[in-house]
Protein backbone atom coordinates (compact mmCIF):
# COMPACT_ATOMS: atom_id res chain seq x y z
CA UNK A 1 0.00 0.00 0.00
CA UNK A 2 1.72 3.54 -1.06
CA UNK A 3 1.44 5.85 1.53
CA UNK A 4 0.97 9.98 1.43
CA UNK A 5 4.31 10.23 2.47
CA UNK A 6 5.67 7.77 -0.32
CA UNK A 7 3.55 9.55 -3.03
CA UNK A 8 4.75 12.94 -1.86
CA UNK A 9 8.16 11.74 -2.29
CA UNK A 10 8.12 10.51 -5.71
CA UNK A 11 6.13 13.43 -6.83
CA UNK A 12 7.78 15.54 -9.97
CA UNK A 13 8.40 18.21 -7.26
CA UNK A 14 9.97 16.31 -4.87
CA UNK A 15 12.20 14.80 -7.86
CA UNK A 16 12.90 18.39 -8.85
CA UNK A 17 13.98 19.12 -5.11
CA UNK A 18 16.16 16.39 -5.44
CA UNK A 19 18.28 17.29 -8.33
CA UNK A 20 21.76 18.96 -8.30
CA UNK A 21 21.44 22.43 -7.99
CA UNK A 22 22.48 24.93 -11.21
CA UNK A 23 26.12 25.30 -10.50
CA UNK A 24 26.95 22.15 -9.55
CA UNK A 25 25.31 20.50 -13.06
CA UNK A 26 26.86 23.72 -15.01
CA UNK A 27 30.40 21.95 -14.01
CA UNK A 28 29.31 18.57 -15.15
CA UNK A 29 28.52 20.21 -18.00
CA UNK A 30 31.01 21.94 -17.99
CA UNK A 31 33.36 18.80 -17.94
CA UNK A 32 31.22 17.18 -20.81
CA UNK A 33 31.95 20.26 -23.12
CA UNK A 34 34.97 19.96 -22.67
CA UNK A 35 35.69 16.14 -23.17
CA UNK A 36 33.24 16.90 -26.74
CA UNK A 37 35.59 19.09 -28.01
CA UNK A 38 39.14 17.62 -27.18
CA UNK A 39 37.59 14.43 -28.62
CA UNK A 40 36.98 16.27 -32.08
CA UNK A 41 40.85 16.55 -32.81
CA UNK A 42 40.10 18.64 -36.39
CA UNK A 43 37.85 21.31 -34.34
CA UNK A 44 40.87 21.16 -31.75
CA UNK A 45 43.76 21.33 -34.46
CA UNK A 46 41.92 24.56 -36.41
CA UNK A 47 40.81 26.64 -33.06
CA UNK A 48 43.81 26.44 -31.12
CA UNK A 49 46.34 26.44 -34.74
CA UNK A 50 44.42 29.10 -36.68
CA UNK A 51 45.62 32.37 -34.90
CA UNK A 52 49.01 30.67 -34.18
CA UNK A 53 49.43 30.14 -37.75
CA UNK A 54 47.96 34.00 -38.75
CA UNK A 55 50.34 35.24 -35.99
CA UNK A 56 53.68 33.21 -37.51
CA UNK A 57 53.00 34.52 -40.89
CA UNK A 58 52.41 38.58 -40.24
CA UNK A 59 55.05 38.61 -37.71
CA UNK A 60 57.33 37.06 -39.88
CA UNK A 61 56.53 39.13 -42.91
CA UNK A 62 56.44 42.01 -41.11
CA UNK A 63 59.65 42.39 -38.88
CA UNK A 64 60.89 45.91 -39.04
CA UNK A 65 60.76 48.73 -36.28
CA UNK A 66 57.73 50.83 -35.87
CA UNK A 67 58.44 54.59 -36.62
CA UNK A 68 58.75 56.43 -33.68
CA UNK A 69 58.65 53.44 -31.28
CA UNK A 70 60.89 51.05 -30.07
CA UNK A 71 59.12 47.98 -31.04
CA UNK A 72 58.52 45.76 -33.81
CA UNK A 73 55.77 45.18 -36.00
CA UNK A 74 56.34 41.39 -34.87
CA UNK A 75 55.36 42.62 -31.20
CA UNK A 76 52.23 45.22 -32.61
CA UNK A 77 50.86 41.94 -34.38
CA UNK A 78 51.71 39.14 -31.57
CA UNK A 79 49.56 41.57 -28.56
CA UNK A 80 46.89 41.58 -30.92
CA UNK A 81 46.36 38.42 -32.27
CA UNK A 82 46.09 37.25 -28.27
CA UNK A 83 42.67 39.39 -28.78
CA UNK A 84 41.99 37.66 -31.99
CA UNK A 85 42.56 34.35 -30.26
CA UNK A 86 39.96 34.74 -27.11
CA UNK A 87 37.47 36.01 -29.57
CA UNK A 88 37.99 33.06 -32.00
CA UNK A 89 37.52 30.71 -28.69
CA UNK A 90 34.64 32.43 -27.43
CA UNK A 91 32.09 34.41 -30.27
CA UNK A 92 33.60 32.19 -33.05
CA UNK A 93 33.81 28.69 -31.47
CA UNK A 94 29.95 29.34 -29.69
CA UNK A 95 28.20 30.84 -32.37
CA UNK A 96 29.25 27.69 -34.63
CA UNK A 97 28.35 24.87 -32.21
CA UNK A 98 25.42 26.46 -31.03
CA UNK A 99 23.92 26.61 -34.15
CA UNK A 100 24.75 22.85 -35.03
CA UNK A 101 23.36 21.64 -31.59
CA UNK A 102 20.22 23.46 -32.22
CA UNK A 103 19.92 22.21 -35.49
CA UNK A 104 20.62 18.36 -34.82
CA UNK A 105 18.06 19.17 -31.92
CA UNK A 106 20.02 18.59 -28.92
CA UNK A 107 19.33 21.85 -27.29
CA UNK A 108 15.83 21.07 -27.65
CA UNK A 109 16.39 17.76 -26.06
CA UNK A 110 18.20 19.65 -23.07
CA UNK A 111 15.29 21.87 -22.66
CA UNK A 112 12.86 18.94 -22.20
CA UNK A 113 14.92 17.64 -19.01
CA UNK A 114 14.85 18.71 -15.39
CA UNK A 115 18.36 20.06 -16.25
CA UNK A 116 18.00 24.14 -15.74
CA UNK A 117 18.25 26.13 -18.32
CA UNK A 118 21.33 27.98 -16.64
CA UNK A 119 23.10 24.79 -16.29
CA UNK A 120 23.67 24.38 -20.38
CA UNK A 121 24.95 27.94 -20.55
CA UNK A 122 27.39 27.78 -17.37
CA UNK A 123 28.87 24.56 -19.15
CA UNK A 124 29.31 26.96 -22.08
CA UNK A 125 31.20 29.27 -19.95
CA UNK A 126 33.63 26.51 -18.56
CA UNK A 127 34.81 25.53 -21.93
CA UNK A 128 34.69 29.04 -23.21
CA UNK A 129 37.46 29.83 -19.91
CA UNK A 130 39.25 26.80 -20.05
CA UNK A 131 40.05 27.23 -24.14
CA UNK A 132 40.99 30.94 -23.80
CA UNK A 133 43.27 30.68 -21.31
CA UNK A 134 44.90 27.60 -23.01
CA UNK A 135 44.48 29.49 -26.38
CA UNK A 136 46.23 33.13 -24.70
CA UNK A 137 48.80 31.00 -23.08
CA UNK A 138 49.59 29.36 -26.66
CA UNK A 139 49.53 33.04 -27.89
CA UNK A 140 51.49 34.39 -25.61
CA UNK A 141 54.62 31.47 -25.36
CA UNK A 142 55.03 32.05 -29.17
CA UNK A 143 54.96 35.54 -29.14
CA UNK A 144 57.47 35.55 -26.17
CA UNK A 145 59.66 32.97 -27.68
CA UNK A 146 59.51 33.20 -31.69
CA UNK A 147 58.94 37.48 -31.36
CA UNK A 148 60.25 39.72 -28.82
CA UNK A 149 56.92 39.81 -27.13
CA UNK A 150 57.39 41.13 -23.28
CA UNK A 151 55.22 39.90 -20.67
CA UNK A 152 54.27 42.37 -18.52
CA UNK A 153 56.84 42.83 -15.08
CA UNK A 154 54.59 44.30 -13.03
CA UNK A 155 51.38 43.89 -10.78
CA UNK A 156 49.24 46.29 -11.98
CA UNK A 157 49.96 45.17 -16.04
CA UNK A 158 48.35 42.02 -15.01
CA UNK A 159 45.66 43.00 -13.26
CA UNK A 160 44.79 44.99 -16.61
CA UNK A 161 45.46 41.74 -18.58
CA UNK A 162 42.92 40.23 -16.12
CA UNK A 163 39.89 42.14 -16.35
CA UNK A 164 40.44 43.06 -20.38
CA UNK A 165 40.46 39.38 -20.70
CA UNK A 166 37.78 39.10 -18.59
CA UNK A 167 35.22 41.61 -19.88
CA UNK A 168 36.48 40.72 -23.70
CA UNK A 169 35.76 37.33 -22.93
CA UNK A 170 32.25 37.56 -21.50
CA UNK A 171 31.25 40.05 -24.09
CA UNK A 172 32.62 38.06 -27.25
CA UNK A 173 30.34 34.76 -25.52
CA UNK A 174 27.54 36.49 -24.94
CA UNK A 175 27.19 37.98 -28.74
CA UNK A 176 28.16 34.60 -30.05
CA UNK A 177 25.39 33.24 -28.34
CA UNK A 178 23.07 35.59 -29.41
CA UNK A 179 24.98 35.11 -33.35
CA UNK A 180 24.13 31.31 -33.14
CA UNK A 181 20.43 32.73 -33.65
CA UNK A 182 20.77 33.99 -36.67
CA UNK A 183 21.90 31.08 -38.85
CA UNK A 184 19.40 29.65 -40.63
CA UNK A 185 20.38 25.68 -40.34
CA UNK A 186 23.71 24.01 -38.94
CA UNK A 187 25.60 23.82 -42.37
CA UNK A 188 25.74 27.51 -43.16
CA UNK A 189 26.89 28.41 -39.51
CA UNK A 190 30.34 28.58 -40.19
CA UNK A 191 29.99 31.21 -43.45
CA UNK A 192 27.31 33.33 -40.90
CA UNK A 193 29.81 33.65 -37.96
CA UNK A 194 33.52 33.58 -39.54
CA UNK A 195 32.50 36.14 -42.23
CA UNK A 196 32.51 39.32 -39.36
CA UNK A 197 34.96 37.81 -37.76
CA UNK A 198 37.50 38.03 -40.33
CA UNK A 199 36.14 41.83 -40.94
CA UNK A 200 36.56 42.37 -37.78
CA UNK A 201 40.36 41.84 -37.22
CA UNK A 202 40.92 43.76 -40.63
CA UNK A 203 39.07 46.70 -39.03
CA UNK A 204 40.00 46.19 -35.32
CA UNK A 205 43.89 46.43 -35.19
CA UNK A 206 44.80 43.10 -35.49
CA UNK A 207 46.12 42.62 -39.11
CA UNK A 208 46.47 46.22 -40.13
CA UNK A 209 48.21 48.54 -37.51
CA UNK A 210 45.08 51.06 -36.36
CA UNK A 211 47.71 53.88 -37.35
CA UNK A 212 47.11 52.53 -41.54
CA UNK A 213 43.26 52.42 -41.18
CA UNK A 214 41.04 55.17 -42.53
CA UNK A 215 38.86 56.99 -39.83
CA UNK A 216 35.39 55.79 -40.53
CA UNK A 217 36.80 52.25 -40.50
CA UNK A 218 38.19 52.45 -37.06
CA UNK A 219 34.92 53.96 -35.64
CA UNK A 220 33.15 51.09 -37.18
CA UNK A 221 35.24 48.76 -35.22
CA UNK A 222 34.85 50.27 -32.55
CA UNK A 223 31.74 49.54 -32.38
CA UNK A 224 32.71 45.81 -30.87
CA UNK A 225 34.76 44.51 -28.43
CA UNK A 226 37.65 43.20 -30.57
CA UNK A 227 39.10 46.73 -31.32
CA UNK A 228 39.31 47.78 -27.44
CA UNK A 229 40.18 43.77 -26.57
CA UNK A 230 43.23 44.92 -28.76
CA UNK A 231 44.27 48.20 -27.44
CA UNK A 232 44.02 46.78 -23.96
CA UNK A 233 46.34 43.88 -24.92
CA UNK A 234 48.95 45.97 -26.87
CA UNK A 235 48.46 48.16 -23.69
CA UNK A 236 49.86 45.44 -21.46
CA UNK A 237 51.96 43.96 -23.72
CA UNK A 238 54.18 47.13 -25.29
CA UNK A 239 55.94 49.75 -23.97
CA UNK A 240 54.37 53.46 -22.72
CA UNK A 241 56.26 54.66 -26.01
CA UNK A 242 53.88 52.45 -28.68
CA UNK A 243 50.55 54.33 -27.42
CA UNK A 244 51.25 57.20 -29.64
CA UNK A 245 50.34 54.78 -32.70
CA UNK A 246 46.62 54.25 -31.26
CA UNK A 247 44.01 56.41 -32.74
CA UNK A 248 43.32 58.59 -29.45
CA UNK A 249 47.40 58.59 -28.49
CA UNK A 250 46.93 56.73 -25.59
CA UNK A 251 45.80 53.22 -24.21
CA UNK A 252 42.39 54.74 -22.80
CA UNK A 253 41.79 52.21 -19.98
CA UNK A 254 38.80 53.70 -18.62
CA UNK A 255 37.42 53.44 -22.30
CA UNK A 256 38.07 50.03 -22.52
CA UNK A 257 36.62 48.72 -19.58
CA UNK A 258 33.09 51.38 -20.58
CA UNK A 259 32.52 49.55 -24.06
CA UNK A 260 33.52 46.10 -23.03
CA UNK A 261 31.83 46.08 -19.97
CA UNK A 262 28.50 47.88 -22.02
CA UNK A 263 28.68 44.65 -24.32
CA UNK A 264 28.54 42.23 -20.91
CA UNK A 265 25.27 43.91 -20.54
CA UNK A 266 24.51 44.35 -23.90
CA UNK A 267 25.18 40.88 -25.11
CA UNK A 268 23.21 39.86 -21.92
CA UNK A 269 20.16 41.38 -23.47
CA UNK A 270 20.60 40.05 -26.96
CA UNK A 271 21.21 36.76 -25.70
CA UNK A 272 17.75 37.21 -23.42
CA UNK A 273 16.30 38.44 -26.82
CA UNK A 274 17.18 36.46 -29.34
CA UNK A 275 17.84 32.68 -28.30
CA UNK A 276 15.75 29.72 -29.45
CA UNK A 277 16.01 25.90 -28.23
CA UNK A 278 14.62 25.21 -31.45
CA UNK A 279 15.01 26.16 -35.41
CA UNK A 280 12.56 27.98 -37.50
CA UNK A 281 11.71 24.79 -39.20
CA UNK A 282 10.58 23.09 -36.02
CA UNK A 283 8.54 26.07 -35.24
Keep these: MTTPAATAATSPQAAARAL ?14 LRQFFRQRDQVIFTFAFPVVFLALFASIFRDQVEGT ?24 LGISIAIERDEKVLRRLRGTPMPPAAYFLGKVW ?28 AAKW ?4 W ?5 LTGCALLGIAISSLPRSGKSASSVVVL ?11 YIPVGS ?16 MCQGFRGVFLPESAAV ?24 VLCLLTFKWKNRRDG
Design 20 to 33: PGAWTLGLGRGVLE
Design 213 to 228: LPDWLLNIGALFPLKW
Design 127 to 154: LVLVTGLAETALLLGVGTALFGLDLPGT
Design 159 to 162: LTFG
Design 245 to 268: LEQAGSWEYGRIALVLGAWCIGGL
Design 70 to 93: DITASQLYAAGMVAAGVMSVSFQS
Design 196 to 206: PFLVLQFVSGV
Design 164 to 168: VFALG
